[in-house]
Nanobody, 119 residues
Framework: QVQLVESGGGKVQAGGSLRLSCAAS????????MGWFRQAPGKDRDFVAA????????AYGASVQGRFTVSRDNAKNMLYLEMTSLKPEDTAVYHC????????????WGQGTQVTVSS
């Protein structure tokens, strides 16, 4: 049974930083691309960042490029999102997701962690 559990969310002032973590279990972690998505109330889910399984190639959404950094530790089955220069518009529930290499979709999702940025 695949489980993805996010942690590290919280409340921070604009300009501050947070580090999100996602603990994965029940899958061969290195064989999965991992992603971060976010959803604010009343808005569609947005792509934040992704990282491939073995080579660690990264991609970012335009609104977070240069401020957020995605990384992973395959030995620990962990995914991270380092968020800096946070803005109120970054407020959302952040979810991690796993997609098998070669799959066009993310197959597994975590429950999410709330990030609130105050101005």
């Amino acid at each position: 049974q695949v489980q993805l559990v996010e942690s590290g969310g919280g409340k921070v002032q604009a300009g501050g930083s947070l580090r999100l973590s996602c603990a994965a279990s029940g899958l061969t972690f290195s064989r999965y691309a991992m992603g971060w998505f976010r959803q604010a109330p009343g808005k569609d889910r947005d792509f934040v960042a992704a990282i491939t399984g073995i080579h660690g190639v990264t991609a970012y959404g335009a609104s977070v490029q240069g401020r957020f950094t995605v990384s992973r530790d395959n030995a620990k089955n962990m995914l991270y999102l380092e968020m800096t220069s946070l803005k109120p518009e970054d407020t959302a529930v952040y979810h991690c997701a796993a997609g098998a290499t070669g799959s066009p979709d993310f197959d597994y999702w975590g429950q999410g962690t709330q990030v609130t940025v105050s101005s």
